[in-house]
């Protein structure tokens, strides 16, 4: 962007000086160039940010934008996303793969009863792990 700017500033720049010397003054023009160019460049990013307000309550992008958004079909909407996440599209497929395929396990899980005794299997060797007993371990040996 730097070097973008620093092309139109200086062509700029060169043609005001030339304007203003009628062409005549090419020895120091190259100087003056420069020098003008890098003082522009210096100055320019403390000034911009005040402009930011401005130019939004001027334009009023925010609302064009909503409006224009909101009368858009879905298909309209999906045409202006699609370029934004094209660059991820496979990482975006494969993740919506692996979740649903987690989802389907854990929903076949608990339709068939696996799921909860797994869990309930999984708690008891945690306890265990930490030398405490499960509430019915504990009325087990009550009973002996």
């Known amino acids: 962007m ?4 620093t092309s139109h500033m200086v062509g700029f720049v060169g043609g ?4 203003v010397t009628f062409g005549l003054w090419t020895p120091m023009e190259s100087k003056f160039r ?6 522009i460049l210096t100055k320019l990013p403390s000034r911009v940010g005040v402009l930011h307000p401005y130019i939004d309550q001027t334009l009023q992008l925010e609302s064009t934008l909503r409006t224009a958004m909101e009368k858009m079909t879905s298909v309209q909407f999906e045409r ?5 996440f094209e660059e991820d599209e496979l990482t975006l497929i494969l993740a919506g793969a692996v979740l649903g395929f987690i989802a389907g396990l854990i929903q076949q899980g608990i339709e068939t009863g696996i799921l ?12 265990n ?4 007993k499960t509430p019915n371990e504990e009325d087990d040996e009550e009973e002996d």
């Open 80 to 84: 202006v996303l699609h370029p934004i």
């Open 2 to 5: 730097i070097k973008l700017m």
């Open 129 to 132: 792990m930490f030398g405490r």
């Open 116 to 127: 909860p005794r797994m869990c309930r299997n999984l708690y008891i060797r945690v306890r």
């Open 34 to 39: 420069d020098i003008s160019t890098n003082a």
């Open 16 to 19: 005001v000086t030339k304007l």
